[in-house]
Nanobody
């Protein structure tokens, strides 16, 4: 099994930056992909960015050029560097790990609030 814990959320002014962390524990050898998702109140949960076991990254159009997903070698940690933040980025951000059997493990979420 895999446990996911997100951290790094908070309150920031528009144009500012935050770095979110996704720490995985347990059977981390089975993880194929780590993805970041976000959900604003009353909205659907949207995919933001992903990184594969091989290091390939992808981004949604809404964050492309502003956000960067990365992993720290030797650690079971993935980061989401969020720059040039906008009020519309305000949401609960969730980390999801997908294992080799395509089973999904979700974290508890971390709140990001961007003030105008």
């Amino acid at each position: 099994h895999v446990q996911i814990v997100e951290s790094g959320g908070g309150l920031v002014q528009a144009g500012g930056s935050l770095r979110l962390s996704c720490a995985a524990s347990g059977s981390t050898f089975s993880i194929n992909t780590i993805g970041w998702y976000r959900q604003a109140p009353g909205q659907q949960r949207d995919w933001v960015a992903s990184i594969s076991r091989g290091g390939s990254t992808s981004y949604s159009d809404s964050v492309k050029g502003r956000f960067t997903i990365s992993r720290e070698n030797g650690k079971n940690t993935v980061y989401l560097q969020m720059n040039t933040l906008k009020p519309e980025d305000t949401a609960v951000y969730y980390c999801k790990a997908t294992n080799t059997l395509r089973f999904e493990y979700w974290g508890q979420g971390t709140q990001v609030t961007v003030a105008a």
